[in-house]
């Protein structure tokens, strides 16, 4: 098993393009979320889906939209991209709210 | 904002030693949870109390958790160069959104 897949590893954009980040796991997790890692901070919830056909906004959705595809994916878009969203982006999955949760390996956006 | 603060900031330790970390937060709880991350990598689950437990162990982690003071603590014991990592703890309310400290920075040194 992948566990969860974050596409693409690396971006640069430049301020007002847009670009979505991808997210799948094969763990039939119920609920998946986004976060933001900021340095010297812990990760802030962007957006999340309880379950599939659910989407609720988190801490940090400014700026941010999210589909979730069917159960397996939920992408991230930046509709047009500002130097406030340089960040690492986690997508995470857990098997039900309130469970562990499981991470990608981050997606690292700069916006010049 | 971040419900949980972990304490300290950054701890450096000898191969072999015991490291301790605090976290505080300042809402009820349905549960706390703490994670590792290596550097550069994702956050991986260690463990998850649930706000009825007090203490839980797993291998050579052991978290307790005081809800009257709003405080869990996250003892490993025996550390390896391995376990040099950030360590947060996350906690969510009644909807279950997770709320992560800034994190604490763990360097075991050989």
């Known amino acids: 098993n992948a566990g969860v897949t974050q596409t693409p590893k690396f971006q640069v954009l430049k301020t007002g393009q847009s670009m979505t980040l991808q997210c799948a796991q094969d763990m039939n997790h119920n609920s998946m979320y986004w976060y933001r890692q900021d340095p010297g901070m812990g990760l802030r919830l962007i957006y999340y889906?309880?379950?599939?056909?659910?989407?609720d906004k988190g801490e940090v959705p400014n700026g941010y939209n999210v589909s979730r595809l069917n159960k397996r994916e939920f992408s991230l878009r930046l509709e047009s991209a500002a130097p406030s969203q340089t960040s690492v982006y986690f997508c995470?999955?857990?098997?039900?709210?309130?469970?562990?949760?499981?991470f990608g390996p981050g997606t690292r956006l700069t916006v010049t | 904002s971040q419900q949980g603060e972990e304490d300290p900031q950054a701890l450096s330790i000898q191969e072999g030693e015991n490291a301790t970390m605090n976290c505080s937060y300042k809402t009820s709880i349905n549960n706390l949870q703490w994670y590792r991350q290596n550097s550069g990598r994702g956050l991986v689950h260690l463990i998850l109390i649930r706000s009825n437990e007090r203490e839980k162990h797993s291998g050579r982690l052991r978290v307790t958790l005081d809800t009257s003071k709003k405080s869990s603590s996250l003892l490993i014991t025996a550390s390896r160069a391995a376990d040099t990592a950030s360590y947060f703890c996350a906690t969510d309310g009644n909807d279950y959104k997770l709320s992560f400290g800034a994190g604490t920075t763990v360097t075991v040194r050989a």
């Open positions: 995470a999955s857990s098997p039900l709210p309130g469970h562990e949760q499981y």
């Open positions: 889906s309880a379950s599939e056909g659910t989407t």
